[in-house]
């Protein structure tokens, strides 16, 4: 599943108003919620049998009738979250510049963090093309799987 | 690179080691690639189907600043890089790791484990056991039978106490997974006490000083070792090769008794600045260290410095 997959899927839900879905193939599982209005959530395991071939999605084709005309706008902007647990660093020391910063632009291999675990330094990259609006965990501080470290503005 | 990074500095005595001498080259060589072992569960599904592939170096500034560098451009998994001087030698968060020419022997291996960034915690225990192991059969190997090298949380190499190696592993994560990591380890080999500056010489030590200390000899004295970095740098690299061959629990059993911090009560500086009081319980199936402080609540611990 690529991520123009993902993003037509997503078209799909918010032109029917789902809240949230989920959908589990031996390969892959995707689960897509929406939280409150403008942010979507997407939450997808890579698939443990990277040979396998990749499944057709087969989704329910929406009928003209059930699309909704007050669909849900398109997200502004993207967290970025937390591939693992661990500590979260800004920079590559303590006396350096932050990786990123509130305006940066960033691409989808640019670093954005650090994060510590164990004594491993995973440079973290930002897999989207954006702006960072929102750096939204303090230099040092332990995160959790899945907290949101960052909001980036797709370009 | 165009600019000349500043030299290491020179050992005030001479050893015996000629680091990358033909002779010495053509023993590594020798050594194998790290095949599969017959294990149907290895710690880390790596495409390791390739050899060992070994840059020597007799200095460079950071061993893994060239693995990384090589990752970018597309090595793949399974390069090692070997120094016998590091001048820009690194440590965690941009500490300087004390290389000095001469003495140390300073690898960087180049993976690219099948792995989820959650897990990446899991090549510290592969490394700091593949690098004990190593040390252990050099010192057994130079005179020195029996001694274990300890793990100090979550990945200090000790020898009778003191600090004489460390590791420092760099992932980079991509969509969650890893697409690459170098696992950096620095073994002090020859360092002899006055090696070390002033703020160290209470709490590191060498091989060599190790050596010295288990034949009964006086440290200070010791006119050369016959540990040869070379030969360490063999064994690493098999034992590198065992231990990512090896089924996850097994090697964290290896790890959890060789981990000095276990059972005592400790110290830690958090990241933040922040100091935890407690006892070293447990470390659970990732690494975390679990302290249970004085009024019994456990912490999980992912980062941070043991002071005592």
């Not at chain 1, 970025?80 to 500590?87: A, F, K």
């Not at chain 2, 030698?89 to 003495?103: E, T």
């Not at chain 2, 590791?167 to 360092?191: F, K, P, T």
Request: with cysteine; aromatic share 4%.
């Amino acid at each position: 599943m690529d991520l123009k997959e993902i993003k037509a899927l997503l078209e799909l839900i918010a032109k029917n108003g789902l809240a949230e879905f989920e959908l589990e193939k031996p390969e892959f599982k995707i689960r897509i919620r929406r939280t409150g209005t403008e942010a979507v959530q997407v939450v997808t395991a890579p698939p443990l049998l990277p040979l396998a071939p990749q499944p057709q999605l087969s989704l329910p084709q929406p009928s003209a009738e059930a699309a909704a005309p007050a669909a849900a706008p398109a997200p502004s902007t993207v967290p970025l979250v937390s591939p693992m647990v661990g500590v979260f660093y800004r920079s590559p020391t303590p006396t350096s510049a932050p990786y990123v910063d509130v305006g940066s632009e960033v691409r989808e291999d640019t670093v954005v963090c650090i994060i510590e675990a164990m004594k491993v330094m995973n440079e973290i990259k930002a897999d989207v093309r954006g702006i960072v609006t929102e750096v939204l965990v303090e230099n040092g501080k332990p995160v959790d799987f899945n907290k949101p470290l960052f909001q980036i503005k797709p370009l | 690179m165009t600019e000349q990074p500043p030299a290491a500095p020179p050992l005030p005595h001479q050893v015996a080691d000629d680091i990358w001498c033909p002779d010495a080259v053509l023993a590594l060589c020798r050594s194998t690639g790290p095949g599969m072992s017959a294990g149907s569960a290895p710690a880390v599904e790596a495409p390791m189907a390739c050899p060992w592939q070994v840059l020597l170096f007799h200095e460079t500034a950071s061993t893994n600043d060239v693995a990384l560098r090589e990752a970018v451009h597309g090595a793949p998994a399974g390069l090692v890089v070997a120094a016998a001087a590091q001048s820009a030698g690194r440590g965690r968060q941009g500490r300087a790791w004390v290389s000095p020419r001469g003495a140390g022997l300073y690898v960087s291996f180049l993976l690219r484990p099948a792995l989820e960034a959650a897990h990446a915690s899991r090549l510290t225990a592969i490394a700091a056991v593949a690098a004990a192991r190593a040390m252990d059969e050099s010192l057994a190997a130079s005179g020195g039978p029996g001694i274990r090298t300890a793990i100090k949380w979550p990945n200090d190499l000790h020898v009778h106490g003191r600090k004489a190696g460390g590791i420092l592993i760099e992932a980079a994560i991509h969509g969650g997974r890893i697409s690459h990591a170098v696992i950096g380890i620095g073994i002090n080999v020859h360092h002899r006490r006055d090696d070390f500056p002033p703020e160290l010489s209470d709490t590191a030590t060498s091989l060599a000083l190790a050596l010295a200390l288990a034949s009964g000899g006086e440290e200070r004295g010791e006119p050369s070792s016959p540990l040869r970095r070379v030969e360490l740098l063999a064994r690493l690299m098999d034992n590198m090769a065992n231990s990512l061959a090896t089924p996850f629990e097994t090697l964290r059993a290896e790890w959890e008794s060789r981990c000095s911090t276990l059972g005592r009560t400790i110290t830690i500086r958090q990241p933040d600045g922040t100091l935890l009081q407690g006892t070293a319980a447990a470390l659970d199936d990732t690494g975390v260290l679990h302290v249970e402080d004085y009024e019994g609540r456990t912490h999980r611990v992912h980062a941070g410095e043991v002071l005592g």
